[in-house]
């Protein structure tokens, strides 16, 4: 089975600007995580989608978005952006049931 | 609130000795553990985990050890190879919020330097 997939791996944007960031899961996943790696906070979780739904939410400020579509693969959204927003973005997905998640390579994005 | 801790940043050890990587907790309503490697420019990659009803798990040269009275987990490779340097993190499924699906709570990370 192919592994999950983010594009882009690299992006640089622009204070204010916004941006999304998209995750293909593994096929079958029906669930889809996302993180935030950054040096000082580590990986944070972000949110969750199962089946368009999401199920959990992580504490960040609602300039973070994310939706899932028919076909699990994912978006995520972070509108205004600032400079704190540099960071790693890991997508993970799992089947649904329990509790291990398998990542993507992530996205590396650079805000100036 | 850190809930999941690696006192140690870093770790060197020479190749074909042990290595041993060490996990605190302070939520004792985790019942499930994670490791996961991480290598520079990759995304962390699933290696072993643990269940509380288990105190060992083991998986090839790696082995996970939980003392729930201690709050404490250790992931043990043997032998070490210099191809396991990388990154460590332990996690755990979080509960807040009354679920844990999909929020996996990650301590620092460990870096470990296996010298050949």
């Known amino acids: 089975k192919a592994g999950v997939t983010q594009t882009p791996r690299y992006l640089i944007k622009t204070r204010g600007q916004q941006v999304t960031l998209s995750c293909s899961p593994i096929?079958?996943?029906?669930?889809v995580s996302w993180y935030q790696q950054t040096p000082g906070q580590g990986l944070q979780f972000l949110f969750e989608?199962?089946?368009?739904?999401?199920?959990n939410k992580g504490n960040f400020p609602g300039r973070f978005s994310g939706r899932q579509f028919s076909n699990s693969r994912s978006e995520m959204n972070v509108s205004t952006l600032e400079l704190g927003d540099s960071a790693l973005y890991l997508c993970a997905s799992s089947p649904g049931q329990g509790f291990e998640q398998y990542f993507g390579p992530g996205t590396r994005l650079t805000v100036t | 609130d850190q809930q999941v801790k690696q006192n140690s940043p870093s770790l060197s050890v020479q190749e074909g000795r042990i290595s041993i990587l060490n996990c605190d907790y302070t939520?004792?309503?985790?019942?499930?553990f994670l490791w996961y490697k991480k290598y520079p420019a990759e995304g962390p990659t699933f290696l072993i985990s643990i269940s509380s009803i288990k105190d060992k798990n083991e998986d090839g040269r790696f082995t996970v050890f939980l003392n729930k009275s201690a709050k404490h987990l250790s992931l043990h490779i043997v032998p070490s190879q210099p191809g396991d340097s990388a990154v460590y993190f332990c996690?755990?499924?979080?509960?807040?919020?009354?679920?844990?699906?999909?929020?996996?709570?990650f301590g620092q990370g460990t870096i470990l330097t296996v010298h050949p």
């Open positions: 996690a755990a499924p979080s509960l807040a919020g009354g679920t844990s699906y999909g929020k996996l709570t």
């Open positions: 096929s079958g996943h029906r669930s």
């Open positions: 939520n004792s309503m985790f019942d499930y």
């Open positions: 989608y199962f089946s368009e739904t999401q199920r």
